[in-house]
């Protein structure tokens, strides 16, 4: 099993509308979560991290839910300047090697106008 | 500040060359990552450097992949004998690392490596 699923899509969706990515992560005793966006042939980069208590960003709305290893995006308000590939990221805890992030491989999102 | 750099941008060689990609990460991160990322694939986790720690190169596919990082700082990924599905692009990317938790890491540019 791998340690972060998610869906690949692709989502397809107009301007203006609001949009739901999910992520499943394997190993419970993960602490640190993220989500990071990698448009077409671009490094990936940083777009949030992912609190317990949930956390959002503007249009952007992370949520963690633990018992159910559980991680979602959602964006509002759609702009065409969103279409990229979002990846779900966690960390592996306690027992193996701290600090090594396991990338899911990413869902892609185009908005169209 | 200066990111993380990556060099060359672009690199074409023949199979069964060896190649060496550079990375240089954002000054004072002590932790530093190699991936690697085929065309429409996600990112395949090659070899992770703490600190003074032995690294972790789970993640290295094959004996003809080797990875230095001298002086805490600078990294060389070499690929030996190089192999036509050893095309993808190499990215490096560094973080801080504080309390054994990962901070965000900042990836570089990237190597296109092209193998003919």
């Known amino acids: 099993r791998k340690e972060v699923e998610q869906d690949p899509g692709p989502f397809n969706v107009p301007e203006g509308a609001t949009v739901a990515f999910n992520c499943t992560y394997s190993n419970s005793a993960s602490q640190s979560f993220f989500w990071y966006r990698q448009d077409c042939r671009k490094e990936p980069k940083l777009l949030m991290s992912v609190y317990s208590s949930g956390n959002e960003d503007g249009r952007f709305t992370a949520q963690l839910n633990r018992a159910s290893q559980y991680i979602s995006l959602l964006i509002r308000d759609s702009k065409l300047s969103d279409s990229a590939t979002y990846l779900c990221v966690v960390n592996k805890a306690r027992g193996s090697t701290l600090g090594r992030l396991y990338f899911g491989r990413g869902t892609q999102l185009t908005v169209w106008p | 500040g200066a990111g993380v750099s990556q060099s060359p941008s672009n690199k074409v060689t023949e199979k069964g060359k060896d190649v060496e990609l550079r990375c240089d990460p954002i000054?004072?991160?002590?932790?530093l990552y190699w991936y690697r990322q085929s065309l429409g694939q996600g990112l395949e986790f090659l070899i992770y450097f703490q600190g003074n720690s032995a690294p972790d190169k789970s993640g290295l596919p094959s004996d003809r992949f080797s990875a230095e990082r001298t002086g805490g700082s600078v990294s060389t990924l070499t690929i030996q004998r190089t192999q036509q599905e050893d095309s993808a692009v190499y990215l490096c990317?560094?973080?801080?690392?504080?309390?054994?938790?990962?901070?965000?890491?900042?990836f570089g540019p990237g190597t296109r490596l092209t193998v003919l």
């Open positions: 000054s004072g991160h002590t932790a």
């Open positions: 990317a560094s973080s801080f690392q504080t309390g054994g938790l990962t901070d965000t890491q900042y």
